[in-house]
């Protein structure tokens, strides 16, 4: 058990923060709302942001400065649908898209958003290739098979299975697991890590392997932030080696249900195995009230980052917002 600990070196502090509303608003027939819903993953496609949802089906591309927010459709749920809630009673049927990452498909950026695998429904992988020219090549894979194998380790699935980051690092994707989960049978929830060789992850998409096993399992203690467990919200990599990451005290009953949050972390894992964090705040000083859950550094600048924010309000849209990080980090 890796323990986490505040490091009052560290700062990672919200310089702004811009709702994300798309520029084409709303429309019916494609059942898409006036704006980014339930923001989870992020990860730059090119020049721009990458933002998954976990309760719709689109992918938002953003600018870095959030003036244009579009969207892209994937393909359509149950009933037609692309929007999944309480309101609607269909909650159970979304993919839950946690977490995301791009990489290099035939001189072209790929972006693969993960669901989280809390239930059999969530136990998808998108795969969208953005060619040079022409549309988007999307599909929607049934990675069962993958899911299972990250369950059947309870070392880092603990009570309930619920995949919430990913941070690829060359032929590495190591996968971040969130402790929200309730306990079960005598098992406990548990924030852990675990790395996947990406190659061997790529060729089980494409139907030619096997799930890859998992190495280096991590579990860890992130303590708690008023009084409310940390749990692990996203991962990114970081330079040099070693990964940043999310975590959000929220008071949730298990990986199903949202409950109030306390605010988030930032945090850093050093190749050396030590976690290090420290609050999020607003410019201000105080603790940022809102549940960041996802992260992404600005390319040749350590000290800048990008995070999504979920306000768990399908009314309300998801937050970008701009963080400067300063001290030790790397």
């Known amino acids: 058990m890796v323990v986490a600990t505040f490091d009052s070196a560290l700062s990672a502090t919200v310089t702004s923060r811009s709702p994300l509303v798309y520029e084409e608003g709303p429309d019916p027939a494609e059942d898409r709302p006036a704006h980014v819903r339930a923001g989870s993953g992020i990860a730059w496609v090119g020049s721009r942001l990458a933002i998954v949802s976990d309760d ?6 953003v600018s870095p400065d959030a003036s244009r927010v579009t969207a892209l459709a994937l393909p359509r749920g149950p009933g037609g649908l692309r ?3 309480d309101g609607r ?6 993919l839950d898209l946690e977490s995301c990452c791009v990489f290099e498909d035939d001189g072209a950026p790929c972006l693969l958003a993960f669901g989280s695998g809390s239930t059999r429904a969530r136990e998808r992988i998108v795969r969208v290739r953005f060619p040079p020219e022409g549309a988007p090549e999307v599909r929607v894979i049934d990675a069962r098979a993958f899911y299972e194998a990250l369950r059947s380790r309870a070392d880092f699935s603990g009570s309930e299975l619920n995949v919430e980051g990913v941070a690829l690092s060359g032929e590495d994707l190591r996968l971040f697991q969130r402790g929200n989960g309730e306990s079960r049978g005598g ?4 924030n852990a890590t ?3 060789s990406f190659p061997e992850l790529a060729a089980f998409l ?3 392997a096997n799930p890859p ?3 280096d399992v991590t579990p860890y203690d992130l303590g708690t932030l008023s009084g409310t467990r940390l749990t692990f919200t996203d991962g990114a990599t970081a330079p040099r080696g070693g990964a940043l990451y999310l975590a959000s005290a929220e008071a949730s009953p298990d990986t199903y249900r949202d409950g109030p949050v306390a605010g988030s972390v930032v945090g850093v894992l050093g190749e050396d195995g030590v976690a290090r964090q420290t609050v999020l705040r607003d410019g201000s000083g105080a603790p940022f009230p809102e549940k960041a859950e996802g992260l992404v550094l600005v390319p040749g600048d350590p000290t800048a980052a990008f995070v999504v924010v979920d306000a768990d309000d399908p009314g309300r849209p998801s937050l970008l917002c701009e963080v400067r990080l300063a001290g030790p980090w790397f």
Not at 56 to 61: D, G, M, N, Q
């Open 56 to 61: 719709s089906l689109f992918v938002s591309l």
């Open 83 to 85: 929007l999944f809630d």
């Open 89 to 94: 009673g269909n909650k159970q049927e979304k």
């Open 187 to 190: 098992s406990l929830p548990v």
């Open 194 to 196: 675990a790395t996947v």
């Open 206 to 208: 494409a139907g030619e």
């Open 213 to 215: 096993a998992l190495r």
